[in-house]
């Protein structure tokens, strides 16, 4: 069965509204959440406060308990680390893949368009390629695009 631009716009307008409503970056401290397994772990790692972190946790917990009858995490007492639920587990590896294609996604629109470098190097050579990168007149400090 081939699917056609219309059935693919069907079925994102048949998309619940709350799964619509995620961001990229609820997704992505979902992923730091189980890396790390705590909201405390994940807010060092994100820079944020654990209170931040702990709100999206809950804010997905009931969007998805709400759309599947399901939480997604368990908070296990006080200093325990968080248990994914099947569909946490499901939902993040699902989270980890498109962050990922995007991440690449939007890497190779940037590399075509120049700007951004891709540079390989090895420990040995990297100071100096940082070296030789600031003598450059014409670039940019590293991470910023021209």
């Known amino acids: 069965m081939r699917v056609t631009g219309t059935d693919s716009l069907n ?9 619509l409503e995620l ?3 609820q997704l992505r401290t979902l992923v730091v959440v189980q890396e790390a397994g705590s909201a405390n772990g994940a807010a060092r790692i994100l820079g944020r406060e654990q209170s931040s972190v702990q709100k999206q946790v809950d804010t997905l917990n009931r969007g998805f308990q709400r759309m599947c009858g399901e939480l997604l995490v368990i908070k296990q007492g006080r200093g325990q680390p968080f248990m994914f639920t099947p569909t ?6 699902q989270a980890r893949i498109l962050l990922a294609d995007w991440q690449a996604r939007v ?3 940037r590399r075509r368009i120049g700007k951004t470098v891709a540079l390989g190097t090895t420990e040995f050579t990297l100071r100096f390629v940082g070296t030789a990168w ?8 590293p991470g910023r695009s021209s």
């Open 11 to 19: 079925g994102l307008l048949a998309c619940p509204p709350l799964l």
């Open 107 to 109: 890497n190779d629109a």
């Open 88 to 93: 946490g587990a499901a939902v993040t590896a």
């Open 23 to 25: 961001t990229f970056d």
């Open 134 to 141: 600031q003598r450059s007149p014409q670039s940019s400090p």
